[in-house]
């Protein structure tokens, strides 16, 4: 089955500098890629995704990009804010999972102001 | 739209205690997930259900575990018998298979706490 691995597992960047996370993914059948953030005491919510037939995509201060030969993508905030601190969770998907989306273990960002 | 609503956000029961949890997924969508958050685990898919049917159980963790979707707008998560071991974040998600893409949408949460 699919099996998706993300890291760091925390990251903690100064207010304005970047941050970046990445994730690996098993199935190259996968096609689906969302990204989740996670504040606290909340539920995760979606913030951008991809699919397999793009390598990048961008929603203002935020890209993912998509390395399908790698097998691997990755998530960048530009101009971080302390708003940004949250924890965010890669997933992937496709047929072979039915619809499930298999998730990363997390990455805690901190963003100092 | 409101969003997935999950009842109640917090329940803290005593060992041993039946324990149900409330899902009303985004109006519309035919595909409900139901997952449990912890520390050690991370977030993991218990059950999903397309179009009111069960489709994959293979997470329950165990026949204390049941879940139900009697129709297209609620859905239950019932333990009985409650653990200590149970005490976690459960959320539902929901999202619509019709559209061929798996964008899931989560509620806040119920933290479940057994004593």
């Known amino acids: 089955g699919e099996n998706v691995e993300q890291h760091p597992s925390t990251l903690s960047v100064q207010e304005g500098d970047s941050a970046v996370i990445k994730c690996t993914y098993s199935?190259?059948?996968?096609?689906?890629f969302p990204w989740y953030k996670q504040e606290l005491g909340k539920g995760p919510q979606l913030i951008i995704d991809i699919r397999s037939n793009v390598g990048e995509k961008k929603d203002q201060r935020i890209a993912v990009t998509l390395n399908k030969t790698a097998k691997h993508f990755s998530l960048h905030i530009t101009e971080t804010q302390p708003e940004d601190s949250a924890v965010y969770f890669c997933?992937?998907?496709?047929?072979?999972?039915?619809?499930?989306?298999?998730f990363g273990q997390g990455t805690e960002l901190s963003v100092k102001p | 739209d409101a969003g997935v609503i999950q009842s109640p956000r917090h329940e803290v029961t005593e060992m041993g205690q039946e324990v149900t949890l409330r899902c009303k997924p985004i109006s519309g969508h035919n595909s409900l997930f139901w997952y449990r958050q912890t520390m050690m685990r991370g977030l993991e898919l218990l059950i999903y259900f397309n179009n009111n049917v069960p489709i994959d159980d293979s997470g329950m963790p165990e026949d204390r575990f049941s879940a139900k979707m009697p129709n297209a707008s609620f859905s239950t998560l019932k333990i009985q018998p409650s653990e200590p071991r149970d005490s976690a974040v459960y959320f539902c998600?929901?999202?619509?298979?019709?559209?061929?893409?798996?964008?899931?949408?989560f509620g806040p949460g119920t933290r479940l706490t057994v004593t």
């Open positions: 998600a929901s999202s619509n298979r019709d559209r061929l893409t798996y964008e899931q949408y």
């Open positions: 997933a992937a998907s496709g047929h072979n999972q039915g619809g499930k989306l298999i």
């Open positions: 199935d190259s059948a996968s096609n689906y």
